[in-house]
């Protein structure tokens, strides 16, 4: 028997740990125990955005046979997350018992996946139901293959899928020369992918990088020396009006985002829309007709930079940024590690409430 959490894809706030009974490893495939794995408000992106861009599908639980009541299977949906794996049992003879993997997962203690496409640094899950999804979440690593994850274990799941994304607005702004800006303004500027974005931006020494928090994680956001200046929400109108700004935007917050507009009015050049941590704020949906902006998808910016540098040239410009930002979180993060339902409910419901404090890491197993 194992356990695994769903949650009420229309209120995030019902959740339900429910028992399933472990059949027999089919033919070709892996079980693997899974943990620790990482939360942070990107999960809860994910099911935000789980029927526009299908994140429900790749855990849906009726795919595993989770028992449902009649109607329970448009319900509930298991919210992904990034994290660990340890093959326990295998009948894929080109995987081991005892092998580690990383990839995006299920809230589940037990896991069955189905290896393709194996290569020595990894595989794709080829359970059916998944093989029309992105590859990108598809695909599992070999820890033992990938000498990054030899060091700050657990920092990487919390880091690590996030990072990629700020990796890559660095080098989508840019590439465009920055819309012409004089300086970059981040929303949410205290998120963990707001924070890699700063970061690349700083190495990268083009225009300065300005925060936006709120006011209870200015010191935090301030402390990490990766903005050239930060502001809180209540003090927008505080910062110089006349700089060309370009704003990534990891909040979502049609409030937050109006006053902006608001006060620079035609001195923002682009607004690349990037999250939505502000969950549960008015959504922002308008730039009043005045500004350009446009969605960012890491997976489609990966993609496009993957294919002009090749794979190895990808993980070689990424590494030189991430290795050194990985080493900097011991001064700013600290990661707790817990397992069983009870510690990861609670910050579940910090993390929705938008309560959990932003210089901590949060790892779970069940
Ligand atoms: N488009 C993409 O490809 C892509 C890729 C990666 C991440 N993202 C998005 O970037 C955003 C940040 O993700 P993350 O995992 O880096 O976040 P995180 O580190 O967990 O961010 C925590 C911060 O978000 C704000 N926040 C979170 N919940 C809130 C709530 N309920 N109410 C108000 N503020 C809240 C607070 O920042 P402040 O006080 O500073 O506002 C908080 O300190 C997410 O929306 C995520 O989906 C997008």
Same mark, same amino acid.
């Given at each position: 028997m194992s356990q695994t959490l769903l949650v009420n894809k229309q209120d995030f706030a019902e959740v339900a740990l429910v028992n399933i009974k472990e059949d027999a490893l089919d033919d070709g495939c892996i079980r693997l125990k899974l943990g620790p794995w990482a939360l942070t408000a990107n999960n809860i992106t994910y099911m935000l955005t789980g029927d526009q861009i299908g994140y429900w599908h790749y855990f849906n639980p009726t795919d595993y046979g989770i028992q449902m009541d009649e109607g329970d299977g448009i319900k509930w949906g298991r919210m992904p997350v990034w994290g660990y794996g340890e093959v326990t049992e295998s009948r894929c003879a080109d995987v081991k018992v005892g092998q580690r993997v990383y990839g995006f997962l299920p809230i589940a203690d037990s896991f069955d996946m189905r290896p393709v496409k194996l290569t020595p640094h990894g595989f794709q899950d080829g359970m059916e139901h998944r093989t029309k999804l992105h590859s990108l979440y598809n695909g599992l690593t070999f820890t033992d293959k990938d000498p990054s994850f030899g060091v700050h274990q657990d920092l990487q799941p919390v880091l690590r899928p996030l990072f990629t994304t700020s990796f890559l607005i660095d080098d989508f702004l840019a590439e465009k020369d920055f819309f012409g800006a004089e300086q970059v303004l981040i929303l949410s500027a205290s998120s963990k992918t707001a924070l890699g974005t700063a970061f690349c931006l700083k190495q990268r020494s083009a225009i300065p990088t300005v925060g936006l928090t709120s006011a209870r994680n200015k010191d935090f956001v301030d402390g990490t020396g990766f903005y050239a200046n930060t502001y809180s929400y209540d003090a927008i109108t505080d910062m110089n009006p006349d700089v060309k700004t370009v704003?990534? !935007?990891?909040?979502? #917050?049609? !409030?937050?985002? =109006?006053?902006?507009?608001?006060?620079? =009015?035609? #001195? @923002?050049?682009? @607004?690349?829309?990037?999250? @939505?941590?502000?969950?549960?704020?008015?959504? #922002?949906?308008?730039?009043?007709?005045?500004?350009p902006s446009g969605f960012f998808f890491a997976p489609d910016q990966a993609k496009a930079r993957i294919a002009e540098w090749g794979g190895a040239g990808f993980n070689q410009r990424l590494g030189a940024r991430w290795l050194p930002f990985l080493d900097s979180a011991s001064d700013w993060l600290s990661v707790e590690k817990q397992s %069983?339902? =009870?510690?990861?409910?609670?910050?579940?419901? =910090?993390?929705? !409430? %938008?309560?959990?404090?932003p210089d901590k890491g949060y790892l779970f197993s069940l």
């Amino acid at each position: 028997m194992s356990q695994t959490l769903l949650v009420n894809k229309q209120d995030f706030a019902e959740v339900a740990l429910v028992n399933i009974k472990e059949d027999a490893l089919d033919d070709g495939c892996i079980r693997l125990k899974l943990g620790p794995w990482a939360l942070t408000a990107n999960n809860i992106t994910y099911m935000l955005t789980g029927d526009q861009i299908g994140y429900w599908h790749y855990f849906n639980p009726t795919d595993y046979g989770i028992q449902m009541d009649e109607g329970d299977g448009i319900k509930w949906g298991r919210m992904p997350v990034w994290g660990y794996g340890e093959v326990t049992e295998s009948r894929c003879a080109d995987v081991k018992v005892g092998q580690r993997v990383y990839g995006f997962l299920p809230i589940a203690d037990s896991f069955d996946m189905r290896p393709v496409k194996l290569t020595p640094h990894g595989f794709q899950d080829g359970m059916e139901h998944r093989t029309k999804l992105h590859s990108l979440y598809n695909g599992l690593t070999f820890t033992d293959k990938d000498p990054s994850f030899g060091v700050h274990q657990d920092l990487q799941p919390v880091l690590r899928p996030l990072f990629t994304t700020s990796f890559l607005i660095d080098d989508f702004l840019a590439e465009k020369d920055f819309f012409g800006a004089e300086q970059v303004l981040i929303l949410s500027a205290s998120s963990k992918t707001a924070l890699g974005t700063a970061f690349c931006l700083k190495q990268r020494s083009a225009i300065p990088t300005v925060g936006l928090t709120s006011a209870r994680n200015k010191d935090f956001v301030d402390g990490t020396g990766f903005y050239a200046n930060t502001y809180s929400y209540d003090a927008i109108t505080d910062m110089n009006p006349d700089v060309k700004t370009v704003i990534v !935007d990891m909040a979502g #917050n049609g !409030d937050v985002m =109006e006053t902006v507009l608001d006060h620079f =009015e035609e #001195n @923002i050049t682009y @607004i690349c829309r990037v999250g @939505i941590s502000h969950w549960d704020a008015k959504p #922002n949906v308008s730039t009043k007709g005045k500004t350009p902006s446009g969605f960012f998808f890491a997976p489609d910016q990966a993609k496009a930079r993957i294919a002009e540098w090749g794979g190895a040239g990808f993980n070689q410009r990424l590494g030189a940024r991430w290795l050194p930002f990985l080493d900097s979180a011991s001064d700013w993060l600290s990661v707790e590690k817990q397992s %069983g339902v =009870e510690p990861l409910l609670q910050t579940y419901k =910090e993390m929705l !409430d %938008g309560t959990a404090t932003p210089d901590k890491g949060y790892l779970f197993s069940l």
